[in-house]
């Protein structure tokens, strides 16, 4: 798909979006609610890991920004795969529950603490969150807070963060994309799937290989070079078109995938493992499915990677921003991400649009399985 379709395609997505929030409430309002006139906010609230009947929204206080934090009235929340492995304590020293989970949010900038320079109360801001976006309010470093495009909506703008900051890093920073390279991505209907495929568009000659659930291809066929059924022998289809391989790999599966995938690079390609969705199946954890799968990992040798001249990489963003402290980084790149937004280059699908009552229903494997779901804090289900 072409820059300019890719765009198109969002824009009519937006018009869509700004239609069901229409239809669902009053048209989303940039004002702002001042502070102290309420003590308590909603939230979703994770009392354990395990099943959807660990989530359930209720009343807590309102956190106050401290020094060096921005507080943020949440307008729209980013709904994830990550968030899936979350609720199932899938995931590296998660917290000690109850928590309020969510790594990403768009909002209006309503009070700021000490040492706090660079926004305004009112400015339209998305932010990532060390947890606790998925609430009416949210506090959290300003580092970790950037201003919108003008043109950019709040349910665009908690689907932007996490999805192209992630794929922008692990083509352009780690596997160095250029002009007539290859690139083959799992799960091409995800969020940083499909944030994948339009930056690959904006590099000419980029030929994108997507895995992808047969359900999802319909939607998708525009937006890869060539999509192939998840289920089927893919090292193989992809051989057929391109014999030597390709050049980039990017891994969200893991288990049997990273040998296939190391094996399918070309003298001086890069493989990419961000996450390990065949890990989690079902609603709860399983041991079962977490041995398989890390059994299932070709042992990799480095005397191999020597001799074949390959790359074997990892990629975690929230540890780069909240565990190495790269946030700088990580805020020239959304500068960047920015730009191509404005000249309309890309533009992030919203999936869907639900209430925070609703997160139950949505926080299931098979509802996180086109882009990103945004749930809006301003909805109430009645």
């Known amino acids: 798909m072409k820059p300019t379709d890719m765009a198109k395609e969002g824009a009519e997505m937006t018009e869509e979006t700004e239609h069901m929030i229409e239809k669902n409430g009053e048209k989303e309002t940039e004002n702002v609610v001042p502070a102290g006139d309420a003590k308590e906010m909603r939230a979703v609230i994770l009392s354990g890991f395990g099943g959807l009947n660990k989530l359930r929204v209720t009343k807590k206080a309102m956190p106050e920004p401290q020094e060096g934090e921005v507080k943020i009235r949440v307008k729209a929340c980013g709904l994830n795969f990550l968030d899936l492995m979350v609720r199932q304590g899938n995931i590296d020293n998660p917290p000690k529950t109850p928590f309020v989970p969510g790594f990403e949010c768009s909002g209006i900038v309503e009070a700021m603490g000490e040492s706090t320079n660079g926004f305004e109360i009112g400015d339209r801001v998305m932010a990532f969150v060390n947890y606790n976006a998925w609430a009416e309010v949210v506090c959290t470093p300003v580092d970790y807070v950037y201003k919108m495009p003008d043109d950019m909506s709040f349910p665009e703008a908690a689907a932007f963060s996490i999805n192209f900051v992630a794929a922008y890093m692990m083509l352009f920073e780690v596997a160095n994309l250029r002009d007539g390279m290859s690139v083959l991505v799992h799960s091409a209907g995800g969020g940083v799937g499909q944030?994948?495929?339009?930056?690959?568009?904006?590099?000419?000659?980029?030929?994108?290989?997507?895995?992808?659930?047969?359900?999802?291809?319909?939607?998708?066929?525009?937006?890869?070079?060539?999509?192939?059924?998840?289920?089927?022998?893919?090292?193989?289809?992809?051989?057929?078109?391109?014999?030597?391989?390709?050049?980039?790999?990017?891994?969200?599966?893991?288990?049997?995938?990273?040998?296939?995938?190391?094996?399918?690079?070309?003298?001086?390609?890069?493989?990419?493992?961000?996450?390990?969705?065949?890990?989690?199946?079902?609603?709860?954890?399983?041991?079962?499915?977490?041995?398989?799968?890390?059994?299932?990992?070709?042992?990799?040798?480095?005397?191999?990677?020597?001799?074949?001249?390959?790359?074997?990489?990892?990629?975690?963003?929230?540890?780069?921003?909240?565990?190495?402290?790269?946030?700088?980084?990580?805020?020239?790149?959304?500068?960047?991400?920015?730009?191509?937004?404005?000249?309309?280059?890309?533009?992030?699908?919203?999936?869907?649009?639900?209430?925070?009552?609703?997160?139950?229903?949505?926080?299931?494997?098979?509802?996180?399985?086109?882009?990103?779901?945004?749930?809006?804090?301003?909805?109430?289900?009645?």
Request: net charge positive.
């Open 195 to 382: 944030a994948v495929a339009q930056l690959c568009s904006t590099i000419p000659n980029v030929t994108v290989f997507g895995t992808a659930s047969s359900f999802k291809h319909e939607a998708i066929k525009d937006s890869v070079t060539h999509l192939f059924d998840r289920n089927v022998d893919y090292v193989q289809e992809v051989k057929k078109i391109s014999p030597d391989g390709v050049d980039i790999v990017l891994d969200c599966l893991c288990g049997e995938n990273t040998g296939k995938g190391l094996g399918l690079l070309r003298p001086l390609g890069t493989y990419i493992l961000y996450g390990s969705s065949n890990m989690v199946t079902g609603e709860t954890k399983s041991f079962f499915s977490f041995a398989k799968s890390w059994w299932q990992v070709e042992k990799v040798n480095p005397i191999k990677l020597y001799e074949e001249n390959k790359v074997m990489a990892g990629f975690s963003l929230l540890n780069l921003l909240f565990k190495q402290g790269r946030c700088g980084h990580v805020k020239t790149v959304v500068d960047k991400l920015f730009s191509l937004y404005n000249q309309k280059k890309i533009r992030p699908v919203v999936d869907s649009l639900w209430a925070l009552e609703e997160v139950r229903e949505q926080l299931v494997v098979r509802d996180i399985s086109l882009n990103t779901s945004v749930m809006m804090s301003d909805w109430r289900v009645c």
